[in-house]
């Protein structure tokens, strides 16, 4: 199940957005304004950002910087009045998963919003990845990476001047650090991280 | 137009004045050159007549002297005869004498004296300048007569004094003695002794004349060769003429050598003359065989006959009348101007308006294109609501067991939604729509809510906050509603431009006194001092892309609902613009 949080200083387009997306089994969180979506942001509660890119105070665009300074990347699809190009270029620069412009067809902002979930899924993954990544010490991260280049342990072995045993006791190390003993899974942790 | 003349009345005054002045001098000049013709005419007649009728007198002497001392005189008896009928036919002639005049043999110079005093005496008029100091020569008053017939035409000087010569031989210087012969009627006249001598020193066949007193005068000629006889007539001058044969107005004078014999004064009834014209006067000499009678006639020119009254006031009536008509032609006609004038006033005036009116339209329309982007989203707004509730609606319905609770809610926002942006077309096609001007008591508090709903998008963008103050209760003004928001969103738009980002723009209502009141102000930086005054004429501008007749406009507009705009600076910085309406009372 995921999160939208969905920003828009419209109420009426909050409101319409959030039921239509209701229809869909979506649970929108709504906020009328980026500061009160700012108060109440939760690291640990990761979403979809729907976002007005124009608001009083505070613009779309300024809301997904602050959040970005905060460490959040959450996938984040622009709302807009207004198609111009010059906003879309920004939005897209500035690292925008997405730019929709109202009035917005259900069926569009829904698939957007799976695209946004696949790819908040993945950056999750990521992140967990590189939070596994991150235990290893920089001669087991060398022999993951000799695994994930497909060499077998007497290679990596006699590329590194080391003994096979040295090895095999970094893989098992590894393998722990890791909490999979699968190569497979291991290659694909190194890979998306 | 500051001419007095250019008032009709005043003009016909003077035109009619004018024209009474010169009908007076025209008919002063024309009646008094006709009274003068007449005069000359009269006058003329009236010397024919007289001439003629001395010049029987002539006749009369000559034929008695014919009889009496021809080859055969007849005797005394026939002749008196003759002198009866002329005295019957010729009632002017009051005595008619023969006379003998015999010298008076040994008498000396000194009876001659004696009876040339007794001369003097009688013809004192004639001589008495003369008479005095004459002896037994010609007495000078003959001799002065004799020349001046001699400068005539009819007899030469030279013949006169041969003459005179020749009667001083007949009468042979002696005094002589009056015997009359025969007298008609008899016992009457003058008696001729005192003139004996000067009769006796006559040229013979030739008539002289000699005062008589009373208007009257001797008429004596000698009877030629060598006879005494002699005959006079006593003629009584104002019987020359027949009185009908006066003009009533001619004062008539015949004058004996300067000395008046009859004086017929014109009636009185005519009138005195006026003193500021020459009279017209006549004067001629019978001519008349020695009876030289001096004819003159002079005639007063009263006012009534130069300006005959019962004309001039028909003259006056009709110019009058005339002037009226010119004074109510050029009334009218002034009237006509005016009303041309003032309908070509009201052209103008409307077509100003008009101009006035397509220019707030394009203003407005220039201001929409600004708004457009604004308007966009605010219709962009609803229409997203409107789109994703009914996919949603629709969803809910399509589903196995619809909500229908759902649906129907979902509709009835939908519907409010729709309305919403209904109202924001509609303000739009009214901002910019073309109609004409339609004045009604208005909101202000409305059209301040109009205005903001269109605006407001546009000041967030430029980032400008908004603070409204409504006046309760709300003021009302007869006012164009859509110009006036016109007006609101000018100067909003100035007072957002001038404060900026961050800045704010309070609008605010109310009412004091009689007034409605609107003002517009900003906490930007106020307007300089110098900029102030020019602030609302047309084309004058502080942008770098403005045209300079947006303020200007404004004034227009408000000043054609009899209200005004003044702007301030604000103590502590920033503008206000204040708007002043005819506070429009309820209904």
């Known amino acids: 199940m995921h999160r939208v949080y969905l920003v828009d200083d419209d109420e009426a387009v909050r409101e319409a957005l959030a039921f239509l997306l209701s229809t869909y089994g979506i649970a929108a969180e709504t906020f009328g304004d980026p500061a009160t979506f700012l108060a109440h942001v939760d690291e640990d509660r990761p979403g979809v950002l729907v976002v007005d890119l124009r608001m009083p105070l505070v613009s779309g665009l300024q809301l997904h910087q602050k959040l970005a300074e905060r460490g959040i990347d959450w996938p984040t699809i622009m709302i807009t009045g207004h198609g111009d190009v010059a906003a879309c270029r920004r939005a897209f620069k500035a690292g925008i998963q997405d730019f929709l412009t109202k009035p917005i067809d259900g069926e569009v902002l829904v698939d957007a919003l799976q695209q946004a979930f696949s790819s908040l899924d993945a950056g999750l993954e990521k992140r967990e990845a590189r939070a596994l990544l991150a235990k290893l010490t920089e001669r087991e991260r060398e022999v993951l990476d000799m695994v994930a280049r497909g060499w077998a342990s007497k290679e990596i072995a006699a590329a590194l001047e080391v003994s096979a045993r040295t090895i095999d006791a970094h893989r098992a190390k590894i393998a722990e650090k890791l909490g999979t003993s699968s190569v497979a899974e291991q290659v694909r942790l190194a890979l998306i991280s | 137009m500051t001419s007095p003349l250019s008032n009709p009345r005043l003009l016909g005054l003077a035109l009619w004045l004018a024209a009474l002045v010169a009908f ?47 080859a055969e005189p007849a005797p005394p008896g026939a002749i008196r005869q003759v002198m009866e009928s002329i005295t019957r036919f010729y009632p002017r002639i009051a005595w008619l004498a023969l006379v003998s005049l015999d010298p008076v043999a040994g008498s000396g110079a000194g009876a001659a004296g004696g009876a040339q005093g007794a001369a003097s005496d009688a013809g004192g008029e004639v001589q008495g300048s003369d008479g005095a100091g004459n002896g037994a020569s010609l007495p000078a008053g003959i001799t002065g007569q004799a020349g001046a017939e001699g400068s005539g ?12 010569a020749q009667a001083a031989g007949d009468g042979a210087g002696g005094p002589v003695a009056v015997r009359d012969v025969v007298t008609v009627p008899p016992g009457g006249g003058v008696d001729l002794a005192p003139l004996a001598q000067e009769i006796a020193a006559q040229v013979r066949g030739k008539a002289s004349i000699y005062a008589a007193g009373e208007g009257r005068y001797l008429l004596a000629k000698r009877a030629s060769g060598t006879s005494h006889l002699a005959v006079v007539l006593l003629i009584d001058t104002a019987q020359l003429l027949v009185p009908e044969e006066r003009p009533a107005w001619a004062h008539l004078e015949l004058s004996l050598d300067g000395a008046v014999l009859v004086e017929q004064p014109a009636e009185p009834g005519l009138g005195l003359g006026v003193s500021w014209l020459a009279v017209p006067h006549f004067e001629k000499v019978i001519d008349g065989e020695g009876q030289r009678l001096l004819l003159s006639l002079d005639r007063a020119l009263p006012l009534a006959a130069l300006v005959p009254p019962e004309r001039f006031l028909g003259f006056a009536a009709v110019a009058g009348v005339l002037t009226l008509v010119l004074v109510f032609a050029l009334g009218q006609r002034a009237a006509v101007r005016r009303s041309e004038l003032a309908a070509r006033e009201a052209e103008e005036r409307l077509a100003v308006q008009e101009r006035e009116t397509r220019l707030a339209h394009a203003s407005r329309v220039n201001a929409m294109g600004e708004l457009a982007s604004g308007i966009a989203h605010e219709l962009t707004q609803p229409l997203t609501a409107l789109l994703s509730r009914s996919q949603a609606a ?3 319905a399509r589903a196995d067991t619809p909500d229908m609770a759902m649906i129907s809610g979902a509709l009835d926002v939908n519907v409010r939604e729709a309305k919403r942006a209904g109202e924001m077309l509609r303000r739009m096609r009214d901002y910019a729509s073309n109609k004409a001007p339609e004045r009604a008591r208005q909101d202000l508090n409305a059209i301040v809510a109009e205005v903001v709903a269109l605006t407001r998008t546009d000041l967030e963008r430029r980032q400008v ?10 003021p009302h003004a007869v006012v164009d509603a859509i110009e006036m928001e016109q007006v609101l969103h000018n100067l909003i738009r100035n007072a957002a431009e001038a404060t900026g980002a961050g800045g704010t723009v309070t609008v605010a209502t109310g009412a004091a006194g009689r007034e409605a009141k609107l ?3 900003d906490d930007g930086p106020g307007i300089a001092a110098e900029v102030l005054p020019k602030l609302f004429t047309p084309f004058f501008t502080t942008k770098a892309d403005g045209m300079g007749l947006g303020l200007s406009l404004c004034a227009t507009l408000v000043e054609r609902v009899d209200g005004r705009i003044e702007a301030e600076n604000i103590l502590g910085g920033g503008a206000r613009f204040t708007i002043s309406l005819p506070l429009a009372g309820e209904r």
Not at chain 2, 153 to 164: D, I, K
Not at chain 2, 465 to 474: M, N
Request: hydrophobic share 45%; glycine share 10%; charged share 20%.
């Open chain 2, 24 to 70: 007076v001098a025209v008919s002063v000049e024309t009646s008094r050159t006709r009274m003068a013709d007449e005069l000359e005419v009269t006058g003329r007649t009236l010397h024919r007549l007289i001439s003629q009728r001395v010049a029987q007198h002539d006749a009369h002497l000559t034929s008695l002297i014919a009889l009496s001392s021809g």
């Open chain 2, 519 to 521: 003002a517009v102000s």
């Open chain 2, 153 to 164: 035409a009819s007899q030469p000087a030279g013949v006169g004094g041969a003459e005179g």
């Open chain 2, 465 to 474: 906050a908004l603070v409204l103050e409504f006046g309760e209760p709300a």
């Open chain 2, 394 to 396: 629709l969803r809910l």
